[in-house]
């Protein structure tokens, strides 16, 4: 089972890097855009709306991958003090009741939104030369297709935990910054405790 969980963290991790080298196009296509606009005066009439639809795209088919890396935001201030079993018990609850149900309704309305942005050969709005946007909306329905897989995946670590008592492994865990440093002025306050009781 943490085969296949790992087969998706793979390929979520895979995908989210491989869309993450779009900001170097975003970057070339602003510098062009500020060159053009003030050195050469002339400004483009399409940068503007490629930036924002190329962010887009680094925004939402990161989203996967960050869920594969336990990168998204949570409030864990009292999820943390849980033992790993009621952790997953949350965890499962919550991606039953809220994630997988959003997760199907973008899938089936941003396909809707795609098929119409294709059928109409939609443009941006800066004018007749604007960019395609259907490309852009056709990730939509894709980067969700992403995220129900790694949602699988995550119900399977829930699973595992509810079975071992502990979290499985991830590809490459995220280890907090905030609570090493945490630990390690923890650490040394207890010692100083320590030394100053002697």
Same mark, same amino acid.
């Given at each position: 089972? &943490?085969?296949?969980?790992?087969?998706? @963290?793979? !390929?979520?991790?895979? $995908?989210?890097?491989?869309?993450? +080298?779009?900001?170097?196009? /975003?970057?070339?296509?602003?510098?062009?855009?500020?060159? /053009?606009?003030?050195?050469?005066?002339?400004?483009?009439? #399409?940068?503007?709306?490629?930036?924002? /639809? &190329?962010?887009?795209?680094?925004?939402?088919?990161?989203?996967?991958?960050?869920?594969?890396?336990? =990168?998204?935001?949570?409030?864990?201030?009292?999820?943390?003090?849980? %033992?790993?079993?009621?952790?997953?018990?949350? @965890?499962?609850?919550?991606?039953?009741?809220?994630?997988?149900?959003?997760?199907?309704?973008?899938?089936?309305?941003?396909?809707?939104?795609?098929?119409?942005? +294709?059928?109409?050969?939609?443009?941006?709005?800066?004018?007749?030369? =604007?960019?395609? $946007?259907?490309?852009?909306?056709? !990730?939509?329905? &894709?980067?969700?297709?992403?995220?129900?897989?790694?949602? !699988?995946?995550?119900?399977?670590?829930?699973?595992?935990?509810?079975?071992?008592?502990? #979290?499985?492994?991830?590809?490459?865990?995220?280890?907090?910054? @905030?609570?090493?440093?945490?630990?390690?002025? &923890?650490?040394?306050?207890?010692?100083?405790?320590?030394?100053? %009781?002697?």
């Amino acid at each position: 089972m &943490l085969r296949i969980v790992h087969a998706i @963290d793979r !390929l979520n991790t895979l $995908v989210g890097k491989l869309f993450a +080298w779009t900001i170097l196009v /975003m970057i070339a296509i602003i510098l062009y855009e500020v060159f /053009m606009r003030y050195v050469m005066r002339s400004p483009t009439a #399409w940068a503007y709306d490629m930036g924002y /639809m &190329l962010y887009g795209t680094i925004f939402v088919m990161a989203g996967a991958y960050a869920l594969s890396v336990a =990168a998204h935001v949570r409030g864990d201030v009292i999820y943390r003090l849980f %033992s790993p079993r009621k952790q997953a018990v949350i @965890d499962l609850v919550l991606y039953l009741i809220f994630f997988f149900p959003a997760v199907i309704a973008l899938v089936y309305a941003g396909y809707n939104f795609a098929e119409a942005s +294709w059928r109409i050969g939609e443009r941006a709005a800066s004018g007749p030369r =604007a960019p395609p $946007v259907y490309w852009f909306k056709s !990730l939509i329905p &894709l980067a969700a297709v992403f995220l129900f897989l790694q949602g !699988l995946a995550e119900l399977a670590r829930c699973g595992m935990c509810l079975r071992d008592g502990a #979290w499985p492994s991830r590809l490459s865990d995220v280890r907090e910054v @905030d609570v090493e440093r945490a630990q390690e002025i &923890l650490e040394r306050a207890e010692s100083d405790i320590e030394s100053t %009781s002697r």
